[in-house]
């Protein structure tokens, strides 16, 4: 069974239609990464996963997500166990305004936990799988931040481990970074799949080739192909996913 | 020259005259009020002045003490009855209430802000002061004024509900609508990421309000409540009302006292010599802190953003 399980998913801005019969299913301990013109529906298909939508009023689902095969579209979907089950990370850093080691200790705090010398290891392990404590390791009590920008993405990556999710999002994690620091976290992203699935909207198509082993070509609203990456750079099915990735379209 | 260049000159000569006119007029305030000072500064000596509690016509003794405790004391009541209401009432602008109420309530909130304060002034005499004295005075009476050793500060003496409380929950309710709006203006600036983030770590919308968006904005809502207190600092027509203006040892939270606007209000009029230049000195102080609030306020709000 496939971790997520998306099955004829539309979904509503009030009565704007974004997804349209969206139907794929995202593979575990990979990186699928989703890429399409701008305003194709990536950002809003990514947070059907996490049901960030539900923030704000008037949004509506139709069809199945299954996390699990569990139905997470479902009325009594618990959602604040949801969204610690699928991580979140945006374009830009966002930082909370704490320390490093607050940062990383608060969705474990947030469950309630205190216990100081947990909380210190579970940090470390964080901090250490987004290859980030060597560089902060000595500046866990200074003010998030104070860090660099590409720091900062770590650090949020780091925070989203430190409640050990099942699933990643990535919207366009790296586009706001310096190539070096977009290096390292498309490595990181790489190292991760051992322990999470990871899905990442991307507009780099070289990005998409390199790091992810599946890729979804959307077009306004609606799935226009999904297979291997390789299979979707090298020979697809549709004309049109070998124009967009060419870059002949879009 | 061309006749547009000659009208560009004659508009920015006139916009530097003008911006100049208002540094003239606060440098002129300022020399005269310390220029009318120096006679009590001299006579008393400004460390005399500040910390003695006299205010003696007969004898023509006089000391800011008393004035410039009642302002501190009222304008922090103020401030402490304030900023948890205004910080309540802009999460409420900006999270909770349904969008289509949120221009409404915004706008109810801003003319507050607008009631010319001798309004404020006679509501707190005759409608405010009343009710307190008969409702909440009595109730705290009751139980902070059983307390050991500080209970009799919350204790009633003298009848009217002219006193300390009642000048600073007046002065709140002055001072509430600024400082909410700057907080709703700090809290719209959160990115919107960053309250997602949290929530996407599976805290609750109170738990993202508290623990990010308001250490997010504190540094506003800082800015902004300094600036308030600014305006709780000077503010005269409705202390003078709701103060009393008595020169006597403060006994208790429910006793008449003086603030130096509530001085200034009174004694102008009929001052001369010593006291007229006493007077100016109170004056010069609270021009000094006002200064002092506004630039420290706007420095934290300018960080901000
Ligand atoms: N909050 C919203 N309310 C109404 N419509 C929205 C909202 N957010 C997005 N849309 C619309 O939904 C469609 C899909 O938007 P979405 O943000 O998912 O696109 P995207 O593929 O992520 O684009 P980009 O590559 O530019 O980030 C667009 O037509 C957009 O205008
Ligand atoms: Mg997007």
């Known amino acids: 069974m496939d971790l997520l399980e998306v099955k004829n998913l539309d979904f509503y801005y009030g009565s704007q239609k974004a997804l349209a019969d969206v139907t794929l299913n995202i593979r575990r301990n990979a990186i699928t990464s989703l890429i399409g013109p701008s305003g194709c529906g990536k950002t809003t298909l990514l947070r059907c996963f996490n049901r960030m939508h539900d923030l704000y009023p008037g949004n509506r689902y139709a ?4 996390l699990q095969g569990r139905n997470i579209l479902s009325k009594n979907e618990d959602l604040i166990n949801l969204r610690s089950s699928v991580g979140m990370v945006f374009q830009k850093p966002t930082p909370f305004p704490m320390s490093v080691f607050d940062n990383i200790a608060y969705g474990p705090r947030l469950k309630g936990q205190r216990n100081l010398s947990f909380l210190r290891e579970k940090v470390e ?22 860090l660099s920008g590409g720091q900062q993405q770590r650090l949020s990556i780091a925070r989203t481990l430190a409640v050990d999710p099942e699933v990643i999002l990535f919207d366009e994690s790296t586009s706001a970074l310096d190539p070096i620091s977009s290096q390292k976290i498309e490595d990181l992203m790489t190292e991760l799949k051992k322990d999470v699935t990871i899905v990442a909207v991307t507009h780099n198509m070289q990005q998409a080739a390199r790091v992810s082993d599946y890729t979804a070509l959307m077009y306004l609203g609606s799935l226009v192909e999904y297979d291997e990456t390789e299979i979707i750079f090298t020979r697809p099915q549709k004309k049109m996913t070998e124009e967009y990735v060419l870059g002949r379209f879009g | 020259m061309s006749k547009a260049r000659y009208l560009n000159l004659g508009f920015k000569s006139l916009t530097f005259l003008a911006s100049l006119s208002v540094l003239a007029i606060i440098a002129g305030i300022f020399v005269c009020l310390l220029w009318e000072s120096l006679p009590a ?10 910390f003695t509690a006299d205010w003696n016509y007969a004898q023509e003794s006089f000391g800011a003490l008393r004035p410039l405790t009642g302002t501190a004391l009222t304008t922090f009541l103020a401030l402490l009855f304030a900023a948890p209401v205004a910080v309540g009432t802009a999460i ?23 009631i010319p304060s001798v309004i404020y002034g006679m509501w707190g005499l005759f409608v405010f002061a009343p009710f307190l004295e008969a409702s909440v005075q009595p109730l705290i009476g009751k139980t902070l004024g059983l307390l050991p050793l500080i209970g009799f500060f919350f204790q009633s003496k003298l009848a009217g509900g002219v006193n300390v409380f009642t000048a600073s929950l007046v002065l709140a309710v002055m001072i509430t609508p600024f400082i909410a709006s700057v907080t709703r203006d700090a809290f719209n600036q959160v990115p919107a990421t960053l309250k997602e983030s949290a929530r996407g770590l599976g805290a609750t919308q109170w738990e993202t309000i508290r623990q990010v968006q308001i250490p997010y904005s504190r540094q506003a809502i800082g800015g902004g409540a300094i600036i308030a207190m600014g305006r709780a600092l000077g503010e005269t027509m409705a202390v003078a009302y709701v103060i009393g203006n008595r020169h006597a040892p403060l006994d208790s939270l429910f006793a008449p006292y003086a603030t130096i606007t509530s001085v200034l209000a009174n004694e102008f009029n009929e001052a001369a010599g010593l006291q007229l230049s006493s007077l100016f000195t109170l004056a010069l102080a609270l021009f000094l802190a006002n200064f002092l609030a506004l630039y420290l306020g706007k420095k934290l709000l300018k960080k901000e953003l």
């Not at chain 1, 069809?63 to 299954?66: H, L, M, T, V």
């Open chain 2, 41 to 50: 500064l001299r006579h008393f000596g400004i460390f005399k002045f500040l």
């Open chain 1, 63 to 66: 069809g199945e997500i299954r």
């Open chain 2, 92 to 114: 409420f602008l900006t999270e909770l209430c349904p969008h289509r109420l949120r221009g409404a309530f915004g706008t109810a909130v801003e003319l507050l802000a607008a």
């Open chain 1, 125 to 146: 392990k964080a901090l250490r799988q987004a290859a980030l404590w060597e560089e902060v390791k000595d500046r866990l009590k200074e003010n998030a931040g104070g």
